[in-house]
């Protein structure tokens, strides 16, 4: 049932519920009217909820046989007159003023019409009565059309209308955030304050993922491999019960802010920790808590817009490049079928061949678009899928050895080292010539590495003004990764690419 009908139900039961009142009230004689106009109600219910007619067209016959009652049931038709008001409501809602004119056009014509042939005398209190209900239905025709002009503008522009004074608003505050956006930033903030008040072997910020696990954000610098293991099964404790968790010198504090927990401070402190001194830290600490719940929203549209841009993008291409360039390809079979020239048969092969790579290259493309870290994927079964792909579109045997242990990265390092490391293989793929292709894959959070080699004979170091290596160290510096590009050597074939992040020695 759709918005029309139901507000059409909803009017033709309440002006009964009324007309069945005020028939009561009147007397006996005004009961067959009314009788007879709940019988055309409940027809044209009946018929509505079939939707094999139009709301229009069903209004336009309800609003005739409502008008020939009224003529019919003279001089006791004030139970029926008011009737006139629902059809021309009904067609106002549903087509606009052209639904009313219809209606009311159909009523006027009636009702004159009838009169003349039935009643064939003046009267003036029917005259009058007629004429009040046809203009009072025209006025609330009237204002049914606005509203559903109204309504329909609503429904398509009241998010886009939301979206711009959100953003106004947000480029009028931006100014002002004395912590700007950057929830990595503020997450270091709020561990140094904290050591400053506990000092502290290792700190972390823990942050719940779209499944429910913990992740963390950051962690303190200098935190070895592993050497928190135990954080995130105790974050996950004090996310659930909303509480500190106190485990001898082992402290996990919640952040909260609009009372929402947002993070939980995980700290290995030096000296044994009281629950007087952790709900001061906790009381210092409200002041980032806020912060921070700014700068994760602000990450979650941010993100969702990238993924939504470049699931349009990859729709664009293939759409549209791609299916154009697949179509030259059957005007080059067509040429080749009709050529005899063997030296012209020969450049037509090599341009069909030119074709298909290129088309391959764009399915590649679009694949690298849509390719994104699921949320309970990580960061190697990501990797993993990805060059399942290459090996399956190509004629490289890829090698993938796979060694995470421990809680994940923080997603913004694992979405850039997974972007540098497809665009490692995708050069691969394109340029080098391999046979094989290695890729190692290293997560000992905070800390990770990963390798891409191959033993091509083609150089494909890139150059240094190119623009797949500027996006690349852009992205290793975006995440304070170090990023090594090793070139083809006498003794050992092929590039080497190196993404290493949260390195001890850094």
């Known amino acids: 049932m759709t918005n029309v009908s139901r507000d059409a139900l909803a009017a033709r039961v309440f002006t009964l519920a009324a007309l ?9 004689e005004y009961l067959t009217g009314t009788l007879l106009v709940v019988l055309v109600a409940i027809c044209s219910i009946a018929v509505s909820l079939t939707n094999r007619v139009s709301v229009t067209t069903v209004a336009v016959v309800e609003g005739a046989v409502v008008a020939t009652l009224v003529v019919l049931t003279t001089p006791h038709q004030a139970t029926v007159t ?12 549903d087509r606009g003023l052209t639904g009313l004119a219809r209606v009311t056009a159909t009523e006027f014509g009636l009702l004159l019409v009838l009169w003349v042939g039935l009643i064939q005398r003046w009267d003036r209190e029917m005259a009058s009565s007629g004429f009040t209900w046809l203009a009072t239905a025209v006025g609330i025709g009237v204002m049914g059309s606005a509203l559903r002009r109204a309504a329909t503008t609503t429904d398509a522009d009241a998010p ?3 979206a711009v004074g959100l953003i106004r608003r947000l480029e009028a505050l931006s100014g002002k955030l004395s912590g700007g956006l950057d929830a990595v930033g503020i997450a270091e903030q709020v561990m140094q304050e904290a050591d400053s008040l506990v000092p502290s072997r290792n700190t972390g910020i823990f942050v719940r993922t779209h499944n429910g696990s913990m992740s963390p954000l950051r962690y303190s610098v200098g935190t070895q491999p592993g050497a928190m293991g135990w954080a995130e099964p105790l974050s996950a404790r004090c996310w ?6 106190l485990r001898e010198r082992r402290v996990a504090i919640p952040l909260t802010a609009n009372d929402e927990i947002i993070a939980v401070l995980v700290l290995d402190t030096i000296q044994d920790i009281d629950a007087g001194a952790a709900l001061e830290l906790r009381s210092r600490l409200a002041r980032h808590a806020v912060q921070l719940q700014a700068a994760l929203l602000f990450g979650q549209v941010r993100d969702t817009a990238m993924s939504q841009e470049r699931q349009r993008i990859a729709r664009e291409v293939h759409d549209g490049v791609a299916q154009d360039v697949a179509s030259l390809g059957y005007l080059v079979d067509n040429l080749a079928a009709t050529s005899a020239d063997p030296a012209q048969q020969e450049q037509i092969a090599q341009l069909r061949q030119e074709l298909t790579r290129v088309v391959t290259e764009l399915r590649h493309s679009i694949f690298d678009l849509r390719h994104e870290i699921a949320a309970g994927a990580g960061l190697g079964e990501s990797l993993s899928a990805y060059a399942n792909q290459v090996s399956a579109t190509s004629s490289m045997t890829v090698h993938v050895t796979l060694d995470e242990k421990g809680p994940r990265l923080p997603s913004d ?5 997974l972007r540098i490391a497809q665009e490692a293989m995708s050069n691969a793929r394109k340029h080098s010539g391999a046979a094989n292709l290695w890729l190692r894959c290293t997560v000992r959070a905070p800390h990770a590495e990963i390798e891409v080699g191959d033993d091509g004979t083609n150089a494909h170091t890139p150059r240094a003004d190119s623009q797949g290596l500027k996006i690349m160290r852009e992205r290793s510096r975006t995440i ?3 990023l090594i590009v090793e070139e083809p050597v006498a003794e050992r ?12 020695t850094r």
């Open 160 to 162: 886009y209308r939301s």
């Open 20 to 28: 069945t009142s005020l028939a009561a009230l009147a007397g006996t």
């Open 240 to 245: 659930e019960y909303g509480a500190m968790m």
């Open 480 to 482: 304070g990764a170090e």
């Open 82 to 93: 008011p009737y006139l008001v629902i059809p021309a409501l009904i067609g106002a809602m």
């Open 493 to 504: 074939p092929g590039t080497r690419v190196l993404i290493r992040v949260g390195s001890p």
């Open 413 to 417: 390092v694992e979405y850039e080292m």
